[in-house]
């Protein structure tokens, strides 16, 4: 009885292994299971098959490596795994074409001396000179981007703080652009109506007028902008998909307003990743020149360009003063400017309040360099009214990325004086030789093309030369 009994539980052991057998061959585990025990340590045909299996089902891929099975396991247990991101298709067909854009910018780069002339469609000195720091490449590259860039600008939201921004005035570029890429001649050649076609998009709020519709006067509260941003890119977010795509790195915004910067910061994605393209380019205060965008602060008074600015005297007309200032007492930059020069030097007039007899417009007509002191942010809208004037600028900022640096040399036409020189500044352009002012002088009217508005907007002018800044960080080049 004993004997029989332990037949008894030897027979039903092994049913209960065959059954085990069966149930494993039957889903499909069985031979996926032999096939990993019996693989040798560094076999890849089972280490793809775990891959194949764990990707399948979970939407994961592991990290490639020629390490045993057994540690492919522990990887799992532990989730040390890299979700799985699949690129759409459209991608690929738009990287293919930035990345034939990039060869031929390099070949341009590497091909033609920094000196060179290119005869452009409009003009053939168009980019000439040493103000370009690779005129060959940066001509290259625009052609490129007249040819490829497609921007897809969200059309959610309503006036006026979307799709609309000041037109005059001192935020005068921040509405310009929105209006140009939106309705204009220009933009209407870069800017599609498909998203899928599109390789950066744009978000047409301004921040200007959140300020006059959202701020509180006095509060210095500025939470509604930063409430008002991050609403808006969690709204795009959700109904579209390409932020979540890219992680906003393909978006950019635009904003003139000193509050920018901190209205970008209502959400972080859009902060750290993101293109800013901001006037207060301030790298003290989060600006990024590898991902953000300097803009040129133009104030146009009434919406139109001052008519004695419009054509400037002949080259040869004697400027009588050295430099010239007039500018409110604002910033940690312009006292220490006023302290040493206000009525010290009348080689050097500088004003706070310039004196109603006096036009302000004249005397950067009249002399040879214009300084261009930072007031409470960096940017300071005197810069372009220099260029303007064709008056040297003389650059005294902290922290601050000029506009279009990737391209422009602006030692080429502009002096930059280091802020503990201000004491010492007569002496310091009075070093710069007659011969090398010329050739500064040159370079201003050289440059004075690409911070022009103009509607329509034209080849290599101020809206174009935004536009390629936003080019060249979608496709990640440097021209110099």
Avoid at 439 to 453: P, S
Wanted: charged residues 20%.
């Amino acid at each position: 009885m004993e004997i029989n009994h332990g037949k008894l539980v030897s027979v039903l052991s092994c049913l209960c292994a065959a059954s085990i057998v069966i149930v494993c061959i039957v889903s499909g585990h069985y031979s996926q299971s032999i096939k990993l025990l019996t693989s040798e340590p560094g076999n890849s045909a089972a280490i793809s098959e775990l891959q194949a299996k764990v990707t399948a089902s979970h939407e994961i891929r592991a990290v490639f490596s020629s390490q045993p099975p057994a540690i492919y396991f522990n990887r799992l247990r532990n989730n040390t795994f890299f979700r799985k991101i699949k690129k759409p298709r459209r991608y690929q067909g738009l990287e293919e074409g930035l990345a034939r854009a990039r060869a031929s910018i390099r070949k341009a780069f590497s091909s033609l001396n920094q000196s060179s002339a290119i005869d452009g469609e409009d003009n053939n000195e168009v980019l000439t000179g040493d103000v370009y720091r690779n005129p060959g490449a940066f001509y290259q590259s625009y052609v490129e981007m007249e040819k490829r860039l497609k921007v897809y600008v969200y059309e959610e939201g309503e006036v006026p703080i979307m799709h609309d921004g000041p037109c005059k005035d001192i935020y005068t570029i921040e509405g310009r652009f929105i209006h140009e890429i939106e309705h204009g001649g220009g933009g209407g050649k870069f800017r599609t109506r498909d998203p899928q076609r599109a390789h950066v998009y744009f978000m047409p709020f301004s921040v200007t007028w959140m300020v006059k519709y959202l701020y509180k006067p006095l509060s210095y509260n500025l939470s509604p902008l930063r409430q008002f941003v991050s609403d808006y890119v969690s709204f795009i977010s959700t109904k579209y998909p390409f932020w979540n795509t890219t992680q906003g790195a393909d978006h950019f915004m635009l904003a003139c307003h000193d509050w920018g910067p901190h209205a970008s910061r209502g959400h972080p994605v859009l902060y750290n990743t993101s293109i800013r393209v901001l006037c207060n380019a301030n790298t003290s205060e989060g600006f990024k020149p590898q991902k953000d965008v300097s803009l040129p602060e133009i104030h146009l008074y009434g919406g139109n360009l001052n008519p004695k600015l419009l054509s400037p005297p002949p080259p040869t007309t004697p400027r009588p003063f050295l430099a010239f200032f007039a500018g409110g007492l604002h910033g940690p930059i312009r006292p220490i400017l006023l302290n040493h020069w206000m009525g010290r030097d009348p080689d050097l007039p500088v004003f706070e309040y310039l004196p109603k007899e006096m036009d302000y417009y004249s005397l950067m007509l009249q002399s040879k360099y214009c300084l261009c002191p930072s007031g409470h942010e960096v940017a300071s809208p005197r810069i372009v009214e220099a260029i303007y004037s064709e008056c040297v600028p003389v650059i005294l900022s902290d922290h601050y990325v000029l506009p279009f640096s990737d391209v422009l040399r602006w030692e080429a036409f502009s002096v930059m004086v280091d802020v503990s020189e201000i004491p010492r500044l007569k002496e310091v352009l009075m070093a710069v030789s007659e011969e090398k002012y010329k050739r500064l002088k040159e370079g201003v009217r050289a440059v004075r093309k690409h911070f022009e508005l103009n509607q329509p907007a034209k080849r290599f002018d101020v809206f174009h030369m935004i536009l390629h800044s936003v080019w060249l960080r979608r496709i990640n080049l440097r021209l110099g």
